[in-house]
């Protein structure tokens, strides 16, 4: 088994083809929509849990290439600004899965990239707008 | 048993001996308030925190022909200034946003640019845009200015701020179904998080909870620079409830600070954005204590453990203005990332840099024993809990009828 958190790029092509239902359809895998958004006459984004056997998974993945879509590794997207934080960590506590916490020992704030599901909730309510959404 | 002019001497000599507001708390602890206040000279404290009753204000210089902007109207890169004073004296305020900010019309607003951001810009050493316009006199005819100005060719440029460093501050948390944003952060309904502001054992006010050394005139790190006491800052409010270390266990003093903008550095003045709230600017404050005798040692150790505040209902009680608090939690509880409010546990978050408040407290200790700071007399108290000073708020009176 495998689950993967990936960001996919639609071309506008694209956008009104059912893809992700052909994930579950033709290749068994499991996915849990994070992120969706839709700009007319630009692409499409998702962000993606998808999880299923590895073999299903890598032919799922090759699907999506062959169809154009762009395929993302979620751990890139949101990054911190060190030279924008003033670590006060007002973040912390609205993080839904734990990502930002206080380093005891510095007292400043450490963003653990691994953990983040790009809620992007701490990119907005950042005082300094340090958290910074790259795609 | 000690004076400042002793202090001031041995800071001179480069003999002083000086500790930060946390280093005092292990000192007293194991050699006691007695000792520790006779090998100590002095302590330093810290805070970072967002303080919304700042901002500078500037003489720009007279143009060629000369502008009267006073009484006119202007703005800095697009953020309006207050143009009520002399011909070319400005004052911008750290929560003034542009005419076209959006502001709450899709809420939560963004707040992304004011007056804050302004100040960090110039105290960056970059170029702002200046706009004016005015009526034109016969001494200042000109009507109409637009030109780059850099905070190094002002005549003054001066960080002037009416309240800050507030002494305590609220726990701010949501009882309501819903999300709110507010000055205190975005807070989640039924309890979702707990934010605080202060630096609790660092913060200055905190360490000299009776203003025995803090006083009008007293000389502080501001910003990265030197700054003064002005005065004591709005809503100072001395007679609130204190613990029996003296502390205040809510909301209590303020002061009002001045200082040259231009030797400030824009890493302690930071401009911020609140979501659905608007735009202030996170300042930093080291205030010395001079270890005058025992009292001051013992004072300055208070640590977290021993320091309280109220836990405030923003959802219903602060905006309607209701007295009263949900529970009494210490600044070691906060930090350790979890209270317990109505038998919930609830995450805490911090509005208030503690990893910057230390960097004040070890730069201010960095220039006094380099002998480059030295501590002042203060020349006035500020009110203390005795003086009776309050915080009243607003009776409204209806406006009488026309021609009654």
């Not at chain 1, 400043?108 to 707008?129: G, W, Y």
């Amino acid at each position: 088994m495998i689950s993967k958190k990936i960001v996919l790029h639609f071309p506008t092509r694209l956008v009104d083809e059912p893809i992700v239902y052909k994930l579950v359809k033709d290749y068994d895998l499991k996915f849990n929509i994070l992120k969706a958004s839709v700009t007319p006459q630009e692409e499409g984004l998702m962000v993606l849990e998808l999880s299923g056997k590895t073999e299903d998974y890598d032919k799922g993945v090759e699907y999506l290439k062959s169809c154009g879509v762009k395929i993302q590794s979620l751990s890139h997207d949101i990054r911190r600004n060190e030279a924008k934080c003033t670590d006060c960590g007002v973040c912390i506590p609205i993080c839904p899965v734990e990502a930002l916490a206080v380093d005891p020992k510095t007292r400043k704030v450490t963003f653990e990239s691994k953990k983040c599901i790009a809620c992007e909730l701490c990119v907005k309510i950042c005082p300094t707008r340090a958290m910074e959404v790259h795609f | 048993m000690k004076t400042i002019k002793e202090i001031n001497e041995k800071i001179k000599k480069g003999d002083a001996v000086v500790v930060t507001a946390e280093e005092i708390i292990d000192l007293v602890g194991k050699k006691g308030a007695k000792k520790a206040a006779q090998e100590v000279d002095v302590v330093t404290t810290g805070t970072f925190g967002p303080m919304c009753s700042s901002g500078a204000y500037f003489n720009i210089g007279h143009s060629k022909p000369r502008i009267k902007i006073g009484g006119g109207a202007c703005k800095l890169n697009d953020v309006p200034a207050y143009c009520g004073l002399a011909a070319v004296d400005i004052y911008l305020g750290a929560t003034a946003i542009p005419e076209d900010d959006p502001r709450n019309k899709v809420f939560p607003g963004e707040f992304k640019y004011g007056g804050g951001h302004v100040i960090q810009e110039l105290v960056s050493g970059k170029d702002v845009r200046l706009e004016a316009t005015s009526y034109g006199t016969d001494c200042y005819p000109r009507k109409k200015l637009d030109t780059l100005v850099n905070i190094k060719d002002l005549n003054e440029a001066v960080l002037f701020n009416v309240r800050n460093c507030y002494q305590n501050y609220n726990v701010a948390v949501n009882l309501s179904d819903k999300t709110i944003y507010t000055y205190m952060g975005m807070l989640k309904p039924k309890l979702g998080n707990a934010n605080y502001c202060s630096a609790g054992q660092l913060s200055p006010l905190l360490k000299d909870p009776h203003y025995k050394t803090i006083g009008i005139g007293s000389r502080i790190f501001l910003g990265g620079g030197t700054g003064y006491v002005a005065w004591q800052g709005t809503q100072h409010n001395p007679s609130v409830k204190r613990k029996e270390n003296g502390i205040p266990q809510a909301p209590a003093g303020t002061i009002a600070v001045i200082g040259d903008l231009k030797q400030m550095k824009p890493q302690y003045l930071v401009g911020i954005s609140m979501l659905g709230y608007g735009v202030t600017m996170a300042i930093g404050i080291g205030v010395p204590i001079p270890v005058l005798n025992e009292e001051i040692a013992a004072y300055a150790a208070a640590k977290d453990e021993e320091i309280y505040t109220q836990i405030v209902d923003y959802g219903e009680a602060y905006p309607q203005m209701v007295p009263g608090s949900l529970g009494e939690v210490n600044y070691a509880q906060l930090k350790s990332g979890r209270i317990t409010v109505h038998g919930k546990e609830v995450p805490t978050g911090n509005l208030s840099s503690y990893s910057k408040a230390c960097q004040i407290a070890e730069e201010l200790k960095a220039w006094i024993k380099k002998g480059e700071f030295f501590l002042s007399e203060p020349v006035a108290p500020l009110p203390a809990a005795e003086s009776g000073y309050t915080l009243k708020p607003l009776k409204e009176r209806p406006i009488p009828e026309a021609g009654k």
